[in-house]
């Protein structure tokens, strides 16, 4: 197996270098390859290189640097609209305006994204994922004119790598992997997953700058949190429904 | 780049040889290094290797041969429970129980599931994804023991393939990547892209075994219908609902 999986680290600084088409092309192929659901292919991939459309996608990713630094943005998305239409097209009439039809197309949106990225890697390219796709995806849809039946669930910035930061901290294995059944966290447990976290330097200075008690206020006070989600939550809903998926 | 991402194919059928405890950590351990959002890994995997736990799970996958006869069955959840958890125990409140939270974590789940896959393959292992998983998630929740916070997201089945199929078709690249903007297909283009999938003799077959007109006709009226697509996005939101995403 190529090392690239175990040594990665996502990287949001780029060098000048531009990303050859063909290159491209190629880490899009394999994604492409991708298995889908019933090999509908419903999610299509926009490719950003131009950089006004950076510059106007940047606010939507809350103008994180990356969006407009990166020689190739890479906008995943749900997509029913050409499976759709080519139904129409042929006398068939499509019944996929519903959640579980979004849930089908964001399935085979993500996946294609991850073999897209893992073949980046592999190419000596580094990526970097904006959660930001799912916040703002109202403005997303508005800019790259996205129709009914279209939204985007990722957003992935790509170029030659400026920087090798360290590599973060994962929990261990079995504090994600459960066999045989789900076998939930006692107190214990849950000391014991996050000890290593918790005693990095890195995170000890976030709790100190925020002037926080734990690692865990960290995330639930300031980076994720819950009027900022349940406020996005409401978005994303619309979204679905004025995008046709919650008939 | 190594070529399994252009040579995959989707593996059914599978040999009597087990998967090794050593290979399964390591393509596990190729997937923990996945991206997830501001890496608070909210994702889980169960494992089903025992027979028994097969059966039980055999009837939420519609009793598709490859979930008793694969040596692997992974189940990749969306989690939010271990980092609740995690934030109650240090004096944090989370603020994760809305859709949002949920597109969060399933995002994480299938980019890791993505990359366990890739990983896998590139091992020479075979994988077939379930769709299942969304259709019956109150099923395998049960079947696993899943508790509020935990939905599952996609089953993948993982064996040494006991088959080597053809590959099947994709669309023209052209036909799912967009630069700069979305561009609507026009009904010449919706022709152009699905003109070579029509005319295999498989697809040929198909709608002549359903006495369709169309392979359209076959996706909408027999494959991926109205009434079970809008049967299951009932059954799914509840699933949110009862486990603690839609508050």
Known sequence: MNSTY????????????DIEAGLLEKILTAGSRTSTTGNMQVYSIIVTR???????????HFNQPMVTAAPVVLTFCADFNRFNRWCRQRE????????????????????????????????GLGICYLGTATYNADK??????????????ATVTVG???????????LPLEAVVHMERYRDYTPDMIDDIY?????RQDNLGFVAENSKKTLA???????????????FSGKYLEVLRSQGFMA
């Open 195 to 199: 000890r290593a976290k918790e005693a």
């Open 140 to 153: 997303i849809i508005e800019v790259l004119e996205m129709p009914t039946g279209v939204v985007p669930v």
């Open 92 to 123: 068939a009439e499509p019944g996929y305006d519903n959640f579980l039809s979004f849930m089908t197309a964001a399935i085979d949106a993500l996946l294609v994204a991850q073999t897209v990225c893992n073949a980046a890697e592999e190419e």
């Open 217 to 231: 206020q960290v995330f639930t006070d300031v980076r994720y949190k819950k009027a900022d989600n349940e406020f």
């Open 50 to 60: 131009d950089n006004m459309m950076k510059e106007r996608l940047a606010p939507a």
């Open 160 to 170: 030659w790598p400026a920087e090798i930061p360290d590599q973060v901290d994962r």
């Open 6 to 17: 175990f040594t990665r680290r996502t990287i949001r600084k780029y060098s000048d270098r």
